[in-house]
């Protein structure tokens, strides 16, 4: 009788109990195991190679470099290892991104856990996994020669930006978004002075305006438009 080929995975979390969940989850599956993990993308850099791994699971949110520079990196450094994005970040929002940055799959962590083996095994056979509202999206996109956030800022913010933009519209404020992205209040003040030159923002008050809708039309909007 032939046996399944056991693929291996590395994981990319900065959260230890959040790494120990997935372990368990892909490791209670007779065809997956975990060959390696790390808690941000330096690390990750540094261990992926000596791991050898067939598939990877990164979170977007990393401290220091993000989750999406790391897809871009692993693209050209690691290109057969195939990539899924675990992330707490809206699909809506981000899953366009990260498919351009290299990632094959997305799911949110909201997600059922049943969902990330889903996931694995699809990209693992050669498909692409986003909810069936997000392969709508991008596949409108193609067929009309653009891509499907045009004319948003996911086309002029840098990966950080975004995020930094994003959480503001979520209302987080400064010191919070400093604390979850692990980098100095300073450093998200530059950050959201940036994001309002590219947007051409007079002040905070039309940066948070902005942010919250653009976070809004986003998330709800049809997958037909």
Known sequence: MLTREIKRVF????????????RLLIESEHDFCVCGEASNAEEAIEK???????LAIIDISLPGTSGLDLLKYLQISMS?????????HDE???????????AKGYVMKSEAPEMV??????IDAGAVYVSSVINERLLQGIASGHQAFND??????????LEVFEMTGRGIGTREIAEILKLSVKTIESYRARVKSKLNLANASEL?????????????VSPLI
Not at 152 to 161: A, Q, T, Y
Not at 208 to 220: F, L
């Open 152 to 161: 948003s800022p996911l086309e002029v913010l840098s990966d950080r930006e």
């Open 80 to 88: 057969k290892v195939k990539k899924l994005v675990l992330s707490r």
């Open 48 to 54: 992926m190679p000596l791991s050898d791994p067939d």
């Open 92 to 102: 809506s929002l981000y899953a366009e991104r990260a498919i351009r940055a290299g």
């Open 117 to 122: 083996i889903k996931a694995l095994r699809r």
């Open 11 to 22: 994981l990319v979390d900065d959260h230890p109990l959040m790494r120990r969940g997935l």
């Open 208 to 220: 948070m305006q902005h942010a919250v809708q653009w976070v809004e039309s986003e998330r709800y």
